[in-house]
């Protein structure tokens, strides 16, 4: 048996970390190299634009007076806790797994680190067309999205998880 087989998921914490420091990395480059709602066009359907999200996904709850900043906290903590857990009982092995709860696990960390700090999350990538704009994003929304979309992936083609024996 092999000595990646021999352990759990979390050698796979490596993925997080180094989502997590090009977030932070990216998100101070933003705020402090450009002002509030500043936009720098980089392609015709791309910018650099500055705003500040005070809701979830897609600005979700971002008007609710305020409840949201902890209610949003407490199921990133949450869910950053049931990953590890998760990845814990995983074979570093199951590398499509294991990359997806890695990235969720780091863009859950790195916008909760924003919404506990500041009350509210720095997005910076905006992609539009015309007059359609997406709503505004981060490293970590896409850290997200990539491991949802290999969580759906394994789903359909990948064998069942094993449990890792401690």
Same mark, same amino acid.
């Given at each position: 048996?092999?000595?990646?087989?021999?352990?759990?998921?979390?050698?796979?914490?490596?993925l997080?970390?180094?989502?997590?420091?090009?977030?932070?990395?990216?998100?101070?480059?933003?705020?402090n190299?450009?002002?509030?709602?500043?936009?720098?066009?980089?392609?015709?359907?791309?910018?650099?634009?500055?705003?500040?999200? #005070? !809701?979830?996904?897609?600005? =979700? /709850?971002?008007?609710a007076?305020?409840?949201?900043?902890?209610?949003?906290?407490? @199921? %990133?903590?949450?869910?950053?806790?049931?990953?590890?857990?998760w990845?814990?009982?995983?074979?570093?092995?199951?590398?499509?797994?294991?990359?997806?709860?890695?990235?969720?696990?780091?863009?859950?960390?790195?916008n909760?680190?924003?919404?506990?700090? #500041? !009350?509210?999350?720095?997005? =910076? /990538?905006?992609?539009?067309?015309?007059?359609?704009?997406?709503?505004?994003?981060? @490293? %970590?929304?896409?850290?997200?999205?990539?491991?949802?979309?290999?969580?759906l992936?394994?789903?359909?083609?990948?064998?069942s998880?094993?449990?890792?024996?401690?």
């Open positions: 048996m092999s000595k990646l087989a021999q352990k759990s998921g979390l050698v796979w914490l490596w997080s970390l180094l989502l997590l420091v090009i977030d932070f990395a990216t998100k101070t480059l933003v705020v190299t450009m002002a509030y709602q500043e936009s720098i066009n980089l392609l015709p359907v791309f910018s650099i634009t500055y705003v500040h999200n #005070y !809701g979830a996904a897609y600005s =979700f /709850l971002s008007e007076g305020g409840w949201q900043r902890w209610f949003l906290s407490f @199921i %990133a903590i949450a869910i950053s806790a049931l990953l590890v857990w990845l814990k009982r995983l074979p570093a092995t199951n590398k499509i797994l294991c990359s997806a709860y890695s990235l969720v696990l780091a863009g859950a960390i790195g909760l680190y924003d919404r506990v700090t #500041y !009350g509210y999350v720095i997005d =910076f /990538l905006h992609v539009f067309y015309k007059n359609s704009h997406f709503p505004v994003f981060n @490293i %970590a929304d896409c850290a997200i999205c990539i491991g949802a979309a290999l969580l992936f394994d789903a359909f083609t990948g064998e998880p094993k449990e890792h024996k401690a």
